[in-house]
């Protein structure tokens, strides 16, 4: 079975780490992805340059990972107005955040949803008034979905409200986000399957998770208990943690495609490529920790990569 691994690092973590990654480290950052196998690179964010400067030249960052055929550039959008500029860059794919907790999107976003939702219809129609061979994949991803640090568990009646009417509003998929790092494996099944049950299964393809509490891979494993195959994961889980000091930020991309190869799942991607990959943002961000076990304890004796591993388990057996 193949998972999608989408790399999130190049937007959720460069967004939450203090220093700006160079433009040029950046295109050899993706570069360097893109050779390992990533697919799915998550490369910025269309927000005002004063508001998140780490993602001021997203445009170009753009420009330069659609260079590569085959991989499918994504992007954060907040509104329409980013949107335009995305859509201008030539995204593949454009994620726009809802939060469930609506204090949470007064916050963050300084909408309500009913605002958020009139965004969504708006960025929906802008893609459909494109030539069909030129419209991006549009995800509505919703955020603080396992819970908000302001208003804490939201009530599911109000996520499936959302999520209908971010289909209803033109998305192709709802995205579970767990902004938070509230997620328990518990309740990564019961919300996906909750989701799934309102908008359909097709419509609830990926998780978006952070290690916060230490359960982000056991999340990802109740994740595909549940049918899910997407996963979006950082490298060296950049941007760490604000309110955890010590815990990383996403999940952290080397520690996930290690655990998917162990079990015979298909990632398309190399550890030894993503280790290389990673030297680039130690050398760029220097001042800023880089989480994850694999790349401190290296790869098991033997480790012969993807596909190798499930066979020889069951030779043992
Ligand atoms: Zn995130």
Redesign the pocket.
């Known amino acids: 079975m193949e998972i999608l691994v989408s790399e ?1 690092g190049p937007r ?1 973590g460069l967004q939450n780490v203090k220093a700006t990654m160079p433009t040029e480290a950046k295109k050899a950052w993706i570069d360097a992805l893109v050779a390992a196998g990533v697919s799915e690179i998550e490369v910025g964010s269309f927000v005002p340059p004063k508001l998140i400067p780490q993602l001021a030249d997203t445009a170009e960052i753009v420009a330069h990972a659609r260079r590569h055929p085959g991989v499918t550039v994504a992007a954060l959008v907040p509104n329409r107005r980013g949107a335009e500029d995305a859509l201008a860059a030539g995204a593949h794919k454009l994620t726009l955040p809802l939060s469930v907790s609506e204090t949470h999107s007064l916050a963050n976003l300084r909408k309500t949803h009913d605002q958020v939702i009139e965004e969504v219809k708006a960025v929906a129609a802008m893609i459909r008034g494109r030539p069909e061979d030129r419209r991006p994949h549009f995800e509505g991803s919703l ?1 603080t979905v396992f819970g908000c640090t302001l208003e804490g568990m939201i009530p599911d009646a109000q996520i499936l409200s959302l999520a209908s009417r971010l289909m209803e509003a033109g998305c192709d998929e709802v995205g579970l ?3 938070t790092g509230y997620a328990t494996p518990g309740e990564v099944k019961r919300l996906v399957k909750l989701v799934r049950g309102e908008v359909g299964d097709a419509a609830v393809q990926g998780l ?1 998770l ?1 290690n916060t509490r230490g359960l982000g891979l056991a999340n990802v494993l109740a994740g595909i208990e549940v049918g899910i195959a997407t996963f ?1 994961a950082s490298q060296g889980g950049l941007g760490g943690c604000p309110f955890a000091p010590g815990a990383s ?2 999940i952290v991309t080397e520690d996930l495609v290690f655990m998917l190869q162990s079990m015979g799942f298909t990632t398309g991607i190399s550890i030894e490529g993503l280790l290389e990959a990673r030297k680039i943002v130690a050398a760029a961000l220097p001042d800023e920790p880089l989480y994850g076990f694999i790349a401190d304890a290296g790869l098991p004796k033997g480790w012969a990569g993807e596909g190798v591993q499930t066979r020889n388990l069951k030779e043992d057996a």
């Open positions: 999130v959720d955020s986000s767990d902004t978006h952070h979006d930020g996403n």
